[in-house]
């Protein structure tokens, strides 16, 4: 199978987590983007704290409504933290 012309290049850990809050605010775009997808969906370090932004940034409305009591209660200790 041949790849594709437009391969994706790897990107680190720290180029991930830098443009992480351009992504949770949908400015990245193009290349940038994909580089991050592609390294998120391959490095599970970074897909946790991926999912951590995610949550702080966008989901925090919606812990009044998880069943998740676990993370609701990561989740309040950390906003108290902050
Ligand atoms: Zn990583």
Do not use: W
């Amino acid at each position: 199978m041949k790849k594709k012309k437009t391969e994706v290049k790897a990107i680190k850990c720290e180029e991930a987590v830098a443009r992480f809050n351009d992504f949770l605010d949908d400015y990245l775009k193009g290349k940038s983007r994909e580089e991050l997808v592609k390294h998120i969906s391959e490095c599970r370090d970074c897909m946790e704290k991926y999912e951590f932004e995610q949550l702080l940034k966008s989901k925090v409305h919606q812990l009044a409504a998880t069943d998740d009591n676990a993370m609701k209660e990561k989740m309040e200790k950390l906003m108290a933290s902050l």
